[in-house]
């Protein structure tokens, strides 16, 4: 069993699932610190000096301030505010790993176009594949 759990864990597919993981996790922090950190606070001053992370709705009817006092007081909030917070995170991560794929892509050498005729071994003339008779000799293939 130890030896067919080695044979599939050393598969080159296997090993470079588990780099993609671990790269893309990474990513995800940075893209992430980004997000919060450096994208969302301007944007906030933008829109009236708001704290996306800071909005919620609070399900219990009494008031409170901030977020923070109502999860101290143990009540249920809906924080949509990191849920704004989590769906532009998501486009930045979706959108930078698409441009990054696309630049990937153009360093990738292009793949031979698939081959669509022969040559005809009489004349020496390009014939499709599929063709029984040369169509310039007509001699049998």
Known sequence: MFKEFKEFAMRGS??????????GAAFGKIVGSFVDDI???????LLGKVDFSG???NLSGTH????????????ATLNYGNFIN???????????????????????????PPVTTKDCPQ???AIPLA???CGHCTSAI
């Open 123 to 125: 004349c020496a003339m």
């Open 131 to 133: 063709a029984k008779k």
């Open 86 to 112: 989590t769906v532009i995170n998501f486009l930045i991560v979706a959108f930078t790993i698409f441009v990054v794929v696309r630049i990937v892509n153009r360093w990738m050498p292009k793949p031979p």
């Open 55 to 57: 909005l919620f709705i």
């Open 14 to 23: 296997v090993l470079d699932l588990a780099v993609g993981v671990i790269i």
């Open 39 to 45: 994208l969302l606070p301007p944007l906030g001053q």
């Open 64 to 75: 409170f301030d901030t977020l923070k006092a109502a999860k101290e007081a143990g009540k």
